[in-house]
């Protein structure tokens, strides 16, 4: 099928070449002749390895690895010079090997999420220009000192939430508004977050707003209701649809009424007291990201989450 698909694209040349839910073990050598190809989707398959041919694509900006079965992080990629955006979450990856991150000068978004990395390589400061750093759901342990190198990066997210033993967090210096909702249920020390434009503690009126759902958010929010009954049919259906478990697996609960919804519908802040955390080293109030799921919870009496309002 793989083959069939490749032959066609060699006669209309197209920019982008979608592979995903293949069943492929392997990528085609053909793969190499599509130089012209600028994205290319290999997600949900079995694949453990690239094919050599794969460095011809010298237009790639955009490669999607993700929900596959490599375990190392592949060397050839650092040869695809104008790679911009990798995801290659979903993997078995336990290392990256300090060569393989040599070439990636146009890199700006890499995902890592879900695989089974317990460090990153020294040689993560080579990646000159990333921006967007996605390393949830590993196993590490430490990040190197040469992570601080990476001056052009704007978002980290690294599961902070399950740094269960994580006693100072210095983050000052940087361009936080917000932290993150886990950071409350950390058993942090010392917080060092100045020089930051964070929040500040000044309500501002808001006007009544109905919220228009969209067809895939009334339907999600629904199974995930469903699912919460033992006896439910979609509970039981659910299980031959991993891809739909994938997705509700993203979802989030609103912080005043406690129900699932998939996306990001009202984003809100709440302001801690830092003596409440038990900090030694600040005072005053520290703004933490909370998800509403509606206007309605939202103009809720009794709750202390504020819409965000930024100058």
């Known amino acids: 099928m793989a083959d069939s698909i490749l032959i066609r694209a060699l006669k209309g040349q197209p920019k982008s070449l979608n592979l995903c839910n293949k069943h492929l073990q392997k990528v085609p050598k ?8 600028c994205q290319l989707n290999l997600k949900n398959n079995h694949l453990k390895r690239l094919p050599p041919e794969l460095t011809h694509l010298f237009q790639l900006q955009v490669l999607n690895l993700g929900n596959n079965e490599f375990e190392e992080f592949p060397q050839l990629l650092q040869h695809l010079y104008n790679l911009e955006k990798l995801h290659f979450f979903g993997n078995k990856i336990y290392e990256i090997h300090p060569s393989c991150l040599n070439g990636f000068r146009n890199l700006s ?3 890592l999420n879900n695989n089974r990395l317990s460090y990153l390589p020294p040689e993560i400061c ?4 990333l921006q967007f750093l996605s390393v949830d759901n590993n196993e590490l342990k430490e990040l190197p000192l040469e992570f601080c190198a990476l001056t052009t990066l704007q978002e980290l997210h690294a599961g902070i939430g399950k740094c269960y033993r994580l006693r100072v967090l210095d983050v000052a210096g940087n361009e936080l ?3 993150p909702t886990e950071l409350s249920g ?3 020390k010392e917080l060092h977050c100045e020089e930051n434009p964070l929040l500040q503690d000044l309500p501002v009126h ?6 228009v759902l969209a067809l895939k958010e009334i339907v999600a929010r629904y199974i995930m209701k469903s699912l919460r009954d033992r006896y439910s049919y979609l509970r039981r259906a659910i299980r031959h649809y991993p891809q739909m478990r994938d997705m509700l697996a993203q979802c989030s609960k609103c ?6 919804f998939l996306n990001t519908w009202l984003e809100c802040v709440h302001f801690l007291d830092a003596r409440s955390m038990n900090l030694s080293n600040m005072n005053g109030k520290i703004p933490v990201r909370a998800l509403l799921c509606s206007y309605k ?3 809720s009496s009794g709750h202390n989450y504020y819409g965000v309002a930024f100058p």
Not at 30 to 37: D, M, N, Q
Not at 126 to 129: A, E, F, K, V
């Open 30 to 37: 053909a793969i190499g002749k599509l130089e012209f190809i």
């Open 109 to 111: 978004f890499l995902n």
């Open 126 to 129: 080579n990646l000159l220009n």
């Open 177 to 179: 508004r917000i932290f």
């Open 186 to 188: 950390l058993p942090l």
């Open 206 to 211: 808001s006007l009544q707003e109905e919220e």
């Open 255 to 260: 912080a005043v009424c406690g129900e699932a």
């Open 297 to 299: 919870c939202f103009n």
